[in-house]
């Protein structure tokens, strides 16, 4: 998960918004030696770090290890991690897969689409789920992405600030459940055991102290929960039925706009 520190939106708006927009594939020019690298491979190398061990263990330092130059070289493209951050959240942005519907598609369909494609991308990408992004750079993958999004509300009646309004708390949702998808699995890799295992290995100590007749309907609901899911937490069963009652929310408000 990202530090306190690692969050969008902390490095120079001016910089990173020419960084963002410049034209795909080039590096923004400067005076000097001609460079060995270029911001698209500081960026994709950067990913593909987070992605493989963590956004804890992306520094600077650590990249320029990664691409075999020194730090000091590094700061001839990215200004720092403040920008980078914002380079790579843009890139997966870009890189995301839309599904494409044929007109008249219903905007229940186009509304599941969207979460299941961001469900995507925090399974392949893990710390962007982590990314605190509530002050967004405003890249052409996030503006991409934006439109896109948008497109799923559009025409069902909500105006323009109920469509921002309901496709914000439909990304929340989404990245909601994957961060706790993402801290049941770092339970299970923490402790070496599922979460069913864990569960009956502490079953004897919870025997001991819980007493059924004092929290009944406690007991009676979380036993038929722990017995559906095996375990206390069921990713899929969250991610389902929690959409489910996004789309219901979402149908009643459509029908009072008429």
């Not at 270029?38 to 994709?44: F, W």
């Not at 890189?95 to 995507?120: I, K, S, Y």
């Not at 993402?182 to 295992?197: F, I």
Request: proline share 5%.
């Amino acid at each position: 998960m990202a530090k306190a520190k690692d969050r969008t939106g902390a490095g120079d708006p001016a910089r990173t918004l020419e960084l963002l927009w410049r034209e795909a594939g080039h590096n923004v020019s400067r005076r000097g030696p001609k460079q060995q690298l270029s911001i698209d491979t500081v960026v994709q190398n950067a990913i593909e770090l987070a992605d493989r061990d963590g956004l804890d263990t992306l520094t600077m330092r650590r990249l320029a290890q990664e691409l075999g130059v020194t730090p000091m070289t590094l700061y001839t493209y990215v200004p720092g991690k403040a920008e980078l951050l914002d380079l790579m959240l843009d890139a997966v942005y870009q890189q995301m897969p839309r599904t494409e519907h044929p007109p008249g598609t219903g905007w229940r369909t186009l509304v599941t689409a969207v979460a299941h494609e961001n469900r995507a991308l925090f399974r392949c990408h893990p710390w962007v789920a982590g990314l605190p992004v509530t002050r967004p750079a405003l890249g052409p993958g996030l503006m991409a992405k934006y439109e896109h999004e948008l497109g799923a509300f559009d025409g069902t009646g909500l105006d323009d600030i109920e469509m921002d309004a309901a496709l914000t708390h439909l990304l929340d949702f989404v990245r909601s459940t994957a961060r706790t998808a993402l801290d049941a699995q770092a339970a299970d890799r923490d402790s070496a055991m599922s979460d069913e295992q864990w569960w009956a290995a502490n079953a004897p100590l919870l025997a001991r102290v819980f007493d059924p007749a004092r929290y009944p309907l406690a007991t009676r609901v979380g036993s038929a929960a722990g017995a559906a899911h095996q375990g206390a937490y069921d990713a899929e069963h969250a991610y389902a039925f929690g959409l489910q009652c996004v789309l219901d929310g979402f149908a009643a408000l459509i029908d009072q706009r008429g």
